[in-house]
């Protein structure tokens, strides 16, 4: 099992790695670190296949590896991590590593290493982050409103079907449920434990902070790279930026995705973009490299005031159909928290 070792006050600690670990000032985090310096939620560390990703939760101050700055990383045995004062080397390759890591910050290699004991860094997992800052500008694909997102019919049956109604998702739910899918359910369990701290933050924040905190949760559970929120004016057909994640990319979601979800209200799933005839007419696919996508409208009623989407860039089949129940169950409670922040207003 991978692990890191925490330096903090001059002693070395060996925390263990599993599926994931949350890292942040909040109590809910599996590692808790103190100091005005951290945030609330401030990265986390989760396992895609044989590697081990760092991904910075839009923190105040961000995540070193190796002295450089970083939002998202594949890690390597021996890395070093530094988030605020702290600093973690990661499954270190040998004890020669470690000495040399210890030495290196004023720890006597002779000194053990201390086990991570219970209590230490909290005992659930998270979510959380500031409104995006510096975020690049909303573009979806040359499209501003609904007269403009255009998609072409093809009259092929033999093609996959990417687009799914409500109906047939919440089916996938049912099917998932009576198999009794032990690693959706904990893909689910774990999602929502996420969502439920991504709800719970600082009361002056403003909504843009919730939409981060979704993405960076969906993000995690799909293995999404990127993710869009885009908000639509209720009065008209203008689309604004919600968030979008990397904040320093700018991301744009196609015409064929923007009329499927705002206006036919139906889900997108796509494990083969660039070679599907139906994104021939957009660029947006070609330009960015997209090979797998995924998208969820946010509902209100019969009305769609907003959308989620994810992607991921030169990599075929990155998504499994029953994540769109994911997306589902987020976009459910963002729409609840949407109801209630306009009841209030």
């Excluded at 994931?20 to 939620?41: C, F, K």
Aim: charged content about 25%; hydrophobic content about 40%; glycine content about 8%.
């Amino acid at each position: 099992m991978a692990k890191l070792i925490l330096i903090e006050n001059g002693t070395a600690t060996e925390v263990p790695l599993s599926q994931e670990l949350t890292i942040g000032r909040a109590y809910s985090n599996l590692l808790r670190l103190e100091g005005d310096e951290i945030s609330r939620v401030h990265c986390i560390l989760y396992r895609r296949g044989e590697e081990t990703v760092l991904r910075d939760l839009d923190s105040k101050n961000g995540v070193l590896v190796n002295g450089t700055k970083t939002g998202n990383f594949a890690l390597s045995q021996g890395d070093v991590i530094q988030v605020g004062k702290y600093v973690m080397l990661f499954d270190p390759p040998s004890q020669d590593v470690v000495d040399e890591f210890l030495v290196r910050y004023d720890v006597s290699p002779s000194r053990p290493v201390e086990a991570a004991r219970p209590g230490m860094g909290g005992s659930a997992v998270g979510a959380a982050a500031v409104p995006v800052a510096g975020a690049q500008a909303y573009v979806p694909d040359g499209a501003t409103s609904d007269a403009d997102m255009t998609l072409h019919t093809f009259r092929s049956d033999s093609m996959t079907p990417i687009t799914f109604s409500p109906a047939e998702i919440e089916g996938m739910a049912d099917t998932q449920f009576a198999r009794h899918n032990e690693e959706f359910t904990a893909e689910l369990m774990r999602l929502m434990r996420q969502l439920t701290v991504a709800v719970s933050g600082d009361e002056d924040e403003g909504d843009d902070a919730v939409y981060t905190r979704f993405a960076n949760a969906l993000m995690v559970a799909t293995g999404a790279e990127r993710a869009v929120v885009v908000l639509k004016d209720e009065t008209g057909d203008t689309l604004r930026l919600g968030t979008v994640l990397p904040c320093d990319q700018d991301v744009s979601v196609n015409r064929v995705v923007l009329k499927a979800v705002l206006r036919e209200h139906k889900a997108v799933l796509c494990n083969d973009a660039e070679g599907d005839p139906r994104f021939l007419q957009t660029e947006t696919v070609r330009k960015e490299n997209i090979g797998s996508l995924a998208a969820y409208p946010l509902m209100r009623g019969d009305v769609a005031w907003g959308l989620i989407y994810l992607d991921v860039q030169g990599r075929k089949g990155a998504f499994r159909r029953d994540q769109l129940l994911l997306m589902h169950f987020a976009a459910r409670l963002l729409s609840l928290l949407h109801l209630g922040q306009k009841s209030k207003a």
